[in-house]
């Protein structure tokens, strides 16, 4: 009984990290996380499709020394970490 109960806690678990890692990352969500880690202010933010069909947020900041820095946030949790163009 208890490992039965071990198992089905086991299964839920794993359910609950699957669907969290399938969840796709909003627009909102990628603009808060440059913001986050950037000094500067958003000027412009817009999710395209890239040709192999996932969602890519193109964020771009004017940094506060007067440069425009451009970052790429994958909409897909397995590349949530942005990158710097």
């Known amino acids: 009984m208890r490992l039965l109960l071990t198992g089905l806690i086991l299964m839920c678990v794993v359910s609950q990290a699957n669907a969290a890692r399938s969840r796709h990352i909003t627009l909102d969500e990628a ?3 440059v ?4 000094d500067g202010r958003v000027i412009s933010a817009e999710t395209r499709r890239r040709g192999d069909g996932r969602d890519t947020h193109n964020i771009r900041i004017l940094t506060p ?10 909409a897909e949790p397995r590349r949530r970490a942005p990158r710097d163009r």
Not at 35 to 38: F, G, K, P, Y
Not at 65 to 74: A, F, K, S, T
């Open 35 to 38: 913001r986050e880690q950037h």
């Open 65 to 74: 020394d007067g440069r425009v820095r451009r970052y790429q946030v994958d």
């Open 31 to 33: 603009v808060s996380e």
